[in-house]
Every structure is written in C-alpha cells, then in structure tokens.
C-alpha cells in the first residue's frame, strides 16, 4: 500500500508487520522546503497571498501558464492578512514565487498567461508579475475592444487597457481567448481545452461551440451579464489527470428567471469528470451549482479564497455532499477568516487546509497526483501537508 501523509503529517500506509511505507527517495516532506518541479511532472500552484487569485502551471516539458494575478484593496477584517506580509504588493510576492519556482526549468519565464476576466482581484497584480518575468504571451476574454458586454470606465480597467496597449506597441503578444480552442494555451504533452467566455460554451465536439447569452441589445440594462458571468473557464488534461478551473465563472440563473446566465453549469459538463477543481468565484454562494458538482465529480476542490465570505456554507456543503457523488473527496482552502470558521464550523472542520499555497503535483504520465500544503508565511515554501498519492 502506498504512503500517504495526512494533514497532521502522519504517516499512512500497510507493509509487512505493520511498519510504516517509507517515502520514495527525494519526494516531499513534511518540515522540509518544497521540492523543485521534475521533467515529466505537471506542477499546479495555487499562490495564496490573502489578497485575491493566482495560479502558476509548469508543464512536462517546463512550459509555464499563468492564470491571474490578484491584488485586491479590500481591507482587513474583510480580507485576510496579506501573506506572507503587507511589506510587498501581491504582484510582487507572486512575481517572487513564480520566479523561484519556474529556476528548475532552466529559464524563469511565463510562456503564456491567462487573464480570466477583468477584476482587481484577478488582474491588479499583473503589472508586478510582468515587471519580475518575461510574458510570453497574453489572452484575455475582451481583447480587443473590450466592450462587451458594456464599455467600462473603472480606474483598474483603465489601468489594465493602458497596460495591454504598451505591451503591444513594445511588440509584445496579445490574443482573444478562443472558446473551443485546444492549442491557444499550449503546455506539450498535456493539454489545455477553452471550454467558456462571454456566455459561449465548447460543445464538446472538434471547435464548435454554442452561444448562451441573448443578443445584448434585447436585454435590460439589469439583465445584462457581469463580468463574472463572462469568465474564461478552462479544463486540463495530462494522460488520465483531469483540472478545471473557471475564474469567477457563476452557476447563477435568479431562481430560473435568467435560465442563459448560468455558464458554469455547461462548462462543467462539456469538461466532464476532473480529478481537481477549482471552485469558481472563490466559493461563493452564485457558484459551483449543484449541475456543476454533479458533472465535475472531483476527487479534490481547491477554494482560492481571501475574504470573509470565501466559501460560502452553502457551497462548502455541495462540495462535500456524498449526494451529489459518491467517494471521498478533499477540500482545500488557501485561506480562511476566522469570522468564516465561526459562521459554520460545522462544515470548516471538514477542509483538509486553512491557509498556504496549494500545489498539485502530477507524476510523469499523469497516472497519479499529490496536492501539497506549503506554508505562505515567508518564501521558505515548507511543506505543511501532503495527501496522496491518488490514481488519476
């Protein structure tokens, strides 16, 4: 029987005579710095820095991705505390790490990087991250107008619009995101399928697509689709390994008036069982529907949280709901108010992690995965937890 190492960090596992299965020879452990990425392996990094979303994807040929780079100016206690301190921008604590992370692939840079909708907490850090790594490549769900499905005049927009133009008159690479696509976002030996934006969903057949939302001009100005609802989802696949992940995405319908305004929900079916997902919009009550629970069936759900509503009870308990789908199943948090824990306990004492950076590490051939717990009070990466090995 395979090793498996708790939460508490204690050793599982049968061999002869009842002594403990050692670890295989340089994985992680628990108390020491977090292995480097290995060739063949696929490393998913959920950042936490308490201040919004931020995931760094090294493929198995090194290959890097980028989805997001939060940096939200909601204060404490409504936040969490900014990790590992308040004495650098998020941008910069997230350009730091993947700068660290992305040393073992021989050149610390991110191929693409993917803007999953327009919300400070998503964008507001790009600049530091741009700043500590070379982009390669940019996609976002409204390039290039960014229009739909209404013209914006916030200040973070203004921003981030300024920023994309600099980038592309010093010759840098901006793309739309292309719902259906299979080779926009390229990680080789693995792949990257658009499943959503802008209220189109991948049918699940070649490139096609269909389109949800109404045509804008028929709709009242209440009626209009937000931001969240036009979110990029994306699901990932490295041999048996499944990953979703869809920004703020929302399952959200207003108890059936507004049926097109739920995406999720198709997005999740047309991506079909994963092995982990994220919960969209950080657990928050207008997501992760029950249709979403039902199609996704993860073994593991990892909530980026940072605020005092990050995970909603009601989410919490869709997620661990034995009716939904049947089988064990972890869930993650990169973060947790204490307002939150003593709103429902009940359900909080059910998360396999309460705070730290959340790394999924697929073996070679994705066959199996771990989901490590490192501790993101300084930039040491020690490993606080390891669950696993689990088949893919």
């Not at 307002?339 to 070679?364: Q, Y």
Request: hydrophobic share 40%; aromatic share 6%.
């Amino acid at each position: 029987m395979a090793a498996v190492v708790t939460r508490r960090g204690l050793l599982l596992g049968a061999v002869a005579l009842g002594a403990a299965a050692p670890l295989p020879t340089g994985d992680d452990v628990v108390g020491q710095p977090l292995r480097p990425w290995r060739h063949g392996g696929l490393d998913i990094h959920h950042i936490s820095t308490g201040k919004g979303d931020s995931t760094l994807i090294i493929g198995p040929d090194g290959s890097s991705l980028m989805i997001d780079a939060g940096a939200s100016t909601t204060p404490t206690p409504a936040s969490l505390d900014a990790r590992p301190s308040a004495e650098r921008r998020p941008g910069e604590w997230i350009g730091r790490y993947a700068r660290r992370h992305l040393v073992a692939t021989g050149e610390p840079k991110l191929d693409a990087f993917l803007v999953s909708h327009l919300h400070p907490d998503h964008i507001d850090g790009l600049y530091d991250v741009a700043g500590a790594l070379p982009i390669g490549k940019l996609v976002d769900r409204a390039f290039p107008d960014y229009a739909y499905p209404k013209p914006s005049d916030a200040p973070f927009l203004k921003a981030y619009i300024a920023f994309v133009r600099e980038r592309i008159q010093a010759g840098g690479k901006v793309e739309r995101f292309r719902v259906g696509a299979a080779d926009q976002l390229a990680l080789p030996g693995a792949e990257i399928r658009n499943l959503a934006a802008n209220g189109e969903v991948w049918t699940g057949r070649g490139g096609e697509t269909r389109r949800l939302f109404p045509a804008i001009d028929t709709l009242a100005k209440d009626d209009l689709p937000d931001e969240n609802a036009c979110s990029a989802a994306i699901r990932l696949r490295y041999g048996a390994f499944g990953y979703f992940a869809a920004g703020d995405l929302t399952s959200q319908s207003f108890d059936g008036t507004l049926p097109w305004r739920d995406v999720e929900t198709p997005a999740a079916q047309a991506a079909g069982p994963v092995d982990v997902a994220v919960a969209a919009h950080h657990g928050m009550f207008d997501a992760t529907g029950a249709g979403v629970v039902r199609a996704l069936k993860p073994r593991a759900w990892i909530i980026p949280a940072w605020h005092v509503a990050h995970p909603s009870s009601d989410v919490l308990e869709r997620m661990l709901s034995q009716r939904l789908y049947p089988g064990p199943r972890e869930v993650f948090a990169t973060g947790l108010s204490p307002a939150n824990e003593m709103a429902h306990k009940w359900l909080t004492d059910r998360l396999a992690s309460r705070e730290g950076h959340i790394v999924v590490r697929v073996a070679p051939g994705g066959g199996s995965y771990r989901i490590v717990v490192t501790d993101n009070r300084d930039e040491a990466d020690t490993v606080r937890t390891i669950s696993g090995p689990l088949t893919a």
